[in-house]
């Protein structure tokens, strides 16, 4: 799996929209970009994935660059309860290995009241 | 639907003894994957099972080991506990099957382990 670079931390204001960056420079052409979030002491939640063209659901929209380097995850209204890690991870998702998350260190959003 | 089930939520249990988890995925779902969360660590990857069998494995040693049932559920045992294996232990579910495109995964709560 590539590897990913984010921020360590980032603040929002409630009600504003919260935008985290990841990048993914070394993604080959079958890896996804997927997003999980962790709020404290609770098991990792799936929010969203995406190949290249943008993606949006009911929590987030995902923003893919058209080169595929780096993606941002927005929230567009961002509550206290969004506060958590983030975790930024590209794979192949019919891979061998299937099911094997690598998660790194994950941006920690604060959202501020 | 119901989610991931991991049962016990909280356990002590002191050095050298052994514990087993237990995880119930999501109904349908046939992949299981186990994970160890450490304040040091981060979470890092433990196996994964697939129609009862084990699939991929982490770097971890042998103490640590699990197995899959016909229904799905799995278990996951670490024998002679050190202190070190203090952890959150997460299971998650996903539909698996190389052709799936549902390949996103649901955790659990995770088990609180502490090993005193």
């Known amino acids: 799996d590539a590897k990913t670079t984010q921020p360590t931390s980032m603040d929002c204001a409630e009600g504003r929209a919260a935008n985290l960056p990841c990048n993914h420079s070394t993604i080959s052409g079958n890896e996804y970009v997927y997003w999980y979030r962790q709020i404290h002491s609770q098991g990792p939640q799936y929010i969203i994935h995406g190949l290249k063209n943008n993606e949006t659901n009911e929590m987030a929209s995902l923003i893919i660059t058209e080169d595929r380097k780096s993606s941002t995850l927005i929230l567009p209204h961002a509550t206290l309860r969004d506060t958590a890690v983030y975790y930024c991870?590209?794979?192949?998702?019919?891979?061998?290995?299937?099911?094997?998350?690598?998660f790194g260190s994950g941006t920690q959003l604060t959202v501020l009241p | 639907k119901a989610g991931v089930t991991q049962t016990p939520r909280y356990l002590i249990k002191t050095r050298g003894q052994q514990v087993t988890l237990s995880c119930s995925p999501i109904?349908?779902?046939?992949?299981v994957s186990w994970y160890q969360q450490t304040p040091g660590q981060g979470l890092q990857f433990l196996f994964e099972y697939f129609s009862e069998t084990q699939r991929n494995k982490g770097n971890f040693p042998g103490r640590f080991s699990g197995r899959q049932f016909s229904n799905s559920r799995s278990e996951m045992n670490v024998s002679t506990l050190e202190l070190g294996d203090s952890a959150l232990y997460l299971c998650?579910?996903?539909?698996?099957?190389?052709?799936?495109?549902?390949?996103?995964?649901?955790f659990g709560q995770g088990t609180r382990l502490t090993v005193v």
């Open positions: 991870i590209v794979r192949v998702p019919h891979s061998g290995s299937a099911r094997q998350l690598t």
């Open positions: 998650a579910s996903s539909l698996g099957g190389t052709g799936s495109m549902n390949t996103e995964a649901f």
């Open positions: 109904s349908g779902h046939r992949s």
